[in-house]
């Protein structure tokens, strides 16, 4: 949508169908907003997403750098994190399937928007309910995950199979990114209550289901990172 | 869009009841004083720290506090005025007052998240007060925190005092962060029509850099509160190497306390920066209403605060050079630490010709922007001897660089605080504040600064070590103590003083003389409300256009020597004495 009122002043604002460098010229040098089309609450969105990506990188900086101090012996992981399946063990496989339910999240989470920008109600509201369960599949395994390595002993303070810092950062990170999973489940039921309510539809503006999705698909970035650095590694 | 909806539609809510619009408030003016209030009150609390601990200095024998006492005070003076003081201050009060008003919004953004900031940063305030009543009261870490000793047996508040302090912190980044959202969005998404980023006055640029700044620093300060809760709490060992303390095993091993200095440091040294960009913008304008010009080369002072907060995510371990990292690492951020002396001293040659053949009104705010620069001045130039690591090894942990840093990170920014406080008073309150008070508040606290800290860095050279208890050392020359004694008794004298500024701004709220909308004749959008102090919504019914920068003073040609930034452009008038790119 343009901007009401424009012809009340003299606008800053050049026209279209300029391209690449002319067009972030422009949208930088001109009033009101930098950012055209984006509304406060995206934008928003996407600055404290900056801002936690510090949070997160930083995390697992100390986690790599505790590593190295170390001295005592890292797991190994892929035999810390094997599942046994009929008398066989599969290295990793129990955190391949939660990033599988987590990726699978985001493309339930990118329909959910496509629908919502549709106008379709039940079925934004039906993917965002999916995103939401599967969200809480992942919560759940993780729950599983730690019930795990805490009965073979892992605290966060001491680890039987070798290095203390092992359990401290295990449990920190996932922890942390646990709870921000766990509070993007209620996120999106909230948005999903909406939406069958008919909110956005009174509003007429379906974004705010993109603004959830924005947060949803950087949680899962993050846990592709999480997994490369700390299970993989 | 819903653009011109959402920011109208402000105007017509304006809360009614007392505790709605006082207390509960939403709007942004009333946040920033409550933030304001909060953070002079407990700055006030650290300023009394100090100056116990300048009595067991300058008065050895006085036996007024243990030594115990003078490293949780030395702690708790740091932490308060760096982040809960100057911090707050600037981006909590003159951000929250100012954005909207300068960039011509009728509120911030979200104004429901301004009000938690506010509330979640008075809860960090009451937490950190709070640990001077827990067992073994505060912790006497020093300001830095350094582990292992911060949650060590023997430091004292190595329990419960480092704890009440570290959730604080993180409490306190928590409001900074939905504070900091706030303001970033405000400037880059609700400007007033006409209103470019170029437009915009150097006050909106300081914040909004150090805004983003905060979002950005704040995350490492986090995770190192985090980690080191764990290890104090849970038993973990990010920080903790294996050690024996008071005779005894700790139950750690393998951590590394040096982790814990390169976080705190990626937020500490741009945290200098978070304090030092807002005061380089206020101080900006106050140098340009009161010396009737047009700021020097606008651009160039723009450019130079950008890259001044990017280049500062990329010096932090100038404060390591002594412990114990790679030394080739110190090459390195000596370097880009001498690089950004470079825009920093754009702006003050910047200010300084920006003074030149100006009409200069010495009021209360100019005095304070002038004795900024100088000491800014004194306090960067000790900064480039402490940047070099050859000059910094032994100059490391003395009095010198406690002068350097209460030089140039200290007493500058609170002179900018000081100065616009006298300068946006008028706006706040509708009315002036005593100018006879203000000049004799400026002479005793700029002449002050000096005698305090001028014989520091003489201290310092002569090899006094800093955050010591007690100097009963045969190193230590009668000469040194008679000079603490000095400093001791200045230093309570312009503490006292500040009663005068208190004084001031309470007998003014009341007995001021009345102002009127815009008693400096200053050209940005803030002196140009239609009301004083601004209502609800700011602008009344419609918002402002504006039409020029916020620098144009003594315009040839122009009937007054400014011309408002709402004052449209006369349509046949090529040059305006001035360069605008935008338009």
Redesign the interface.
């Known amino acids: 949508m343009a901007v009401e009122s424009g012809q009340r002043h003299e606008s800053t604002r050049p026209g279209r169908g300029e391209s690449g460098w002319q067009s972030l010229v422009s949208d930088w040098a001109a009033d009101r907003a930098t950012f055209r089309n984006v509304s406060w609450g995206k934008a928003m969105m996407w600055i404290f997403l900056l801002s936690d990506t510090f949070v997160f990188t930083l995390l697992l900086v100390g986690y790599m750098a505790v590593r190295l101090t170390t001295p005592l012996a890292w797991p190994d992981t892929s035999e810390v994190f094997a599942l046994t399946v009929l008398g066989h063990e599969f290295p990793l496989l129990l955190i391949a399937i939660m990033t599988f339910i987590l990726i699978t999240s985001s493309g339930t989470m990118a329909m959910a928007v496509n629908f919502g920008y549709r106008k379709n109600r039940r079925m934004a509201a039906l993917f965002l309910l999916l995103t939401a369960l599967l969200g809480a599949t992942f919560v759940g395994l993780q729950v599983y995950e730690w019930t795990d390595l805490i009965g073979k002993g892992v605290r966060p303070w001491e680890n039987p199979m070798g290095a203390p810092q092992f359990g401290a950062a295990f449990f920190m990170i996932t922890g942390f990114h646990g709870l921000h999973v766990s509070i993007g489940v209620l996120y999106l039921l909230i948005v999903a209550i909406k939406v069958l309510k008919g909110h956005y539809d009174r509003s007429g503006d379906y974004e705010p289901v993109e603004v959830a999705g924005l947060y949803w698909h950087f949680v899962d970035l993050v846990w592709v990172f999480i997994f490369a650095f700390f299970y993989l590694l | 869009?819903?653009?011109?909806a959402?920011a109208d539609s402000h105007a017509h809510h304006e809360p009614q009841s007392f505790v709605r619009k006082y207390i509960w408030s939403q709007d942004h003016k009333v946040i920033a004083i409550q933030y304001a209030v909060t953070a002079i009150g407990v700055g006030l609390v650290a300023l009394v720290l100090s100056g116990l601990m300048r009595i067991q200095l300058g008065f050895p024998d006085s036996g007024l506090i243990d030594a115990e006492a003078y490293y949780q005070f030395m702690t708790m003076h740091g932490m308060i005025m760096v982040v809960y003081l100057l911090t707050a201050l600037f981006l909590g009060g003159f951000g929250n007052y100012l954005i909207p008003l300068m960039v011509g919004a009728r509120d911030m953004?979200?104004p429901y998240l301004n009000m938690l900031s506010y509330w979640f940063y008075l809860l960090s305030v009451l937490v950190l007060m709070a640990s001077f009543f827990v067992p073994d009261g505060p912790t006497g870490a020093g300001w830095t925190l350094y582990p292992p000793q911060a949650i060590t047996g023997g430091t004292p508040g190595a329990d419960w005092g480092i704890l009440t302090m570290l959730v604080s912190l993180a409490i306190f980044i928590v409001a900074a962060?939905m504070g900091?959202?706030?303001y970033?969005?405000t400037v880059?998404?609700?400007?007033?029509?006409?209103?470019?980023?170029?437009?915009m006055p150097l006050t909106v640029w300081g914040i909004f850099v150090a805004a983003i700044m905060a979002?950005?620093a704040?995350?490492?300060l986090?995770?190192a509160a985090?980690?080191m809760i764990?290890d104090s709490t849970?038993?973990?060992?990010?920080f903790m190497?294996a050690i024996i303390a008071m005779g005894q095993q700790m139950?750690h091993?393998?951590?590394?306390p040096l982790?814990f200095q390169?976080?705190f440091w990626?937020f500490g040294h741009p945290e200098v920066y978070i304090v030092a960009l807002p005061a380089f913008g206020l101080v900006s304008d106050l140098i340009s209403t009161h010396a009737r010009k047009n700021i020097f080369g606008y651009h160039m002072m723009v450019w130079a605060i950008v890259i001044i907060g990017f280049l500062s995510f990329f010096v932090w371990a100038h404060h390591m050079y002594v412990s114990g990292m790679n030394l080739s690492f110190g090459y390195f951020f000596a370097i880009s630490t001498l690089i950004i002396a470079v825009p920093t001293a754009i702006k003050v040659y910047n200010w300084v010709l920006t003074l030149w053949k100006g009409d200069i009104h010495f009021t209360v705010p100019m005095l304070f922007a002038i004795g900024f620069i100088v000491t800014f001045i004194v306090g960067g130039l000790t900064g480039l001897f402490l940047g070099n690591v050859v000059v910094d090894i032994p100059l490391a942990d003395t009095y010198f660089v406690v002068a350097h840093f209460h030089m140039v990170m200290g007493v500058a920014p609170i002179l900018v605080v000081f100065g616009a406080i006298y300068h946006w008073y008028p706006k706040v309150t509708g009315r002036m504040m005593d100018e006879r008070l203000g000049h004799i508040h400026f002479w005793i606290t700029f002449l002050g600064t000096y005698a305090i800290y001028f014989p520091m860095h003489y201290l310092g050279v002569l090899g006094m070590p800093r955050r010591y208890y007690d100097y009963d050392y045969d190193f230590i020359p009668q000469s040194a103590h008679d000079l603490n004694t000095f400093i001791t008794v200045v230093a309570l004298a312009v503490g006292v003083a500040q009663v005068l500024f208190l004084w001031n701004m309470a007998w003014s709220a009341v007995r001021g003389r009345s102002s009127g909308g815009n008693p400096w004749n200053a050209t940005s959008l803030e002196w140009q409300t239609p009301e004083t102090p601004p209502g609800h919504g700011n602008w009344g019914p419609e918002l402002p256009?504006?039409?020029r920068w916020a620098y144009d003073y003594n315009v040839p040609g122009a009937p007054q020597d400014f011309i408002p930034q709402t004052e449209p452009r006369p349509t046949s008038a090529p040059g305006h004495g001035h360069r605008e790119?935008?338009?």
């Not at chain 2, 869009?1 to 011109?4: G, H, I, N, V, W």
């Not at chain 2, 849970?234 to 990010?238: A, C, D, N, V």
């Open positions: 869009m819903a653009y011109s959402s953004v979200f962060t900091g959202l706030n970033v969005v880059l998404q609700a400007r007033a029509p006409g209103m470019t980023l170029m437009r979002l950005l704040f995350p490492a986090f995770v985090v980690m764990l849970l038993g973990t060992s990010f190497p139950d091993e393998g951590g590394s982790l390169h976080l990626f256009e504006v039409h790119d935008a338009t």
